[in-house]
């Protein structure tokens, strides 16, 4: 339709203009034909640049949609650096494409400025020489008449219908065409091997603080977990248990010491991979339960792998009443339990060795606690840490960390029982819970 109504109404104006006086063709032609050759050159690179912007620009709104809800895991995971890099390579990619579309877009203006504008001002330059040869200045008056009333309006719908609207069809176009078939995605490398001989988790001589003038919650610890250890750590409510985890993930940097997983450093990358935290507040996406389940896993969870991960923790009677694994999931309807159940099921299906669980049971009941930590326990090639919720988990546990301010006491129950006070009181039965 736009083309269409150019087409009548440049040859209606020519027409006129011929009619008029015919070297007024000879003015007004030339830049006209070169605007409309320079602006087709431009449909395709144009079309091609939004596309590549549209592309883009969904690309980044993907990404944000996945990371904006998930930045509590983000960080639990100790992945910022590596978020915000491929965020970062989503916003550059599309900053280079709105560039790129914009310098087409300068082109498409030049070329209504030759074909629109610059009829005029030759006419108006070359009036001297039009008068000499015969175009009366009626006539020229209705050649600045045509030019300004039809032809410049006629290229301007045009341009912006053609170059916006026609560019943006194209688009649409492309994306309509079934795609073309290729191979396999390109595999990611695997998550970093554990440094040989190396403990699970160690602390030297870690001290923390929130703040300067604070007493530190951790004054010099030295902890050893070694590789397929279970760790339990206790101690009065807000006494620093969840900072030992938040620290053990790298989500809090010591002021004092150093920290490692596996042998590497605390934190960085290669850490951040080894290790999984499971918080209180169990995080599960919209989407399938295995989708939620695999979170962690670089490729889809085999079915078969995926049930029997859900029958040692104790996720299989949700699994069933929810349907499968392929059942919908919303996490607005699932009890704190569940969503719990969930979130254990998933870091228990993550390759990382070691886990760190801060109050991740407190919405079970005991027995479900029991069967989770057990299950972790006996996880192949694991090693776990679990903030106590009540003492029976410190019971089950190979070892005990008793929290008390700066000071701890470290040791089996027994042990614990024989020299420690604060763990005589905790394991008393009107000091049952642990919280």
């Known amino acids: 339709m736009v083309s269409r109504s150019f087409v009548f109404t440049a040859a209606g104006a020519l027409a006129g203009l011929c009619t008029l006086a015919p070297p007024l063709l000879l003015v007004v032609g030339p830049p006209l034909l070169a605007g409309l050759g320079l602006f087709a050159a431009t449909l395709r690179p144009l079309a091609r640049r939004q596309e590549d912007f549209l592309v883009a620009d969904e690309a980044l709104a993907a990404e944000l949609g996945e990371v904006c809800p998930g930045l509590r895991d983000v960080t639990a995971a100790g992945a910022e650096e590596r978020i915000a890099a491929d965020v970062g390579r989503r916003v550059d990619a599309e900053y280079r494409a709105a560039r790129a579309l914009a310098r087409w877009s300068v082109v498409r203006v030049a070329a209504l400025a030759v074909g629109g504008q610059l009829p005029l001002v030759l006419l108006l330059a070359a009036a001297p020489w039009l008068l000499r040869h015969g175009v009366t200045p009626g006539a020229l008056v209705g050649a600045l008449a045509y030019v300004t009333q039809s032809l410049l309006p006629a290229l301007q719908n045009l341009v912006h219908g053609l170059g916006t609207s026609g560019a943006r069809l194209t688009v649409v176009l492309r994306r309509l065409r ?96 080894l290790r999984v935290l499971i918080p209180q507040e169990a995080y599960v996406t919209t989407g399938t339960l295995a989708e939620n389940l695999g979170l962690l896993r670089p490729d889809p969870v085999p079915e078969h792998e995926l049930l029997a991960a859900a029958e040692a923790v104790g996720l299989t009677p949700l699994l069933e009443r929810l349907g499968g694994p392929d059942a919908p999931v919303r996490p607005a309807v699932l009890s704190a339990g569940e969503r719990q159940l969930i979130a254990l099921t998933r870091a228990y299906l993550s390759p990382a060795p070691l886990a760190l669980l801060d109050e991740a049971t407190c919405h079970l009941d005991p027995a479900a606690e029991a069967r989770a930590e057990q299950a972790f326990a006996a996880r192949p090639g694991g090693t776990l840490v679990v903030v106590a919720h009540r003492i029976d988990s410190a019971r089950r546990a190979r070892r005990i960390l008793v929290m008390d301010g700066p000071r701890t006491a470290y040791g089996t129950h027994e042990e614990l029982l024989r020299t420690c006070a604060l763990y005589q009181d905790l394991v008393a039965p009107s000091r049952s819970p642990v919280t």
Do not use: M, Q
């Open 178 to 273: 079934p795609p073309s078939k290729s191979g396999p995605p390109p595999t990611s490398p695997g998550d970093p091997p554990a440094a040989p001989d190396a403990p699970a988790l160690t602390l030297t001589a870690v001290t923390f603080a929130y703040g300067p003038a604070s007493t530190p919650v951790l004054d010099g610890l030295d902890l050893c977990v070694p590789n397929g250890g279970h760790l339990a750590v206790v101690g009065p409510s807000g006494i620093g248990k969840s900072t030992l985890t938040a620290l053990a993930a790298g989500l809090l940097d010591p002021a004092h010491g150093e920290i490692r997983v596996c042998g590497h450093p605390v934190p960085g990358p290669r850490a951040a991979a």
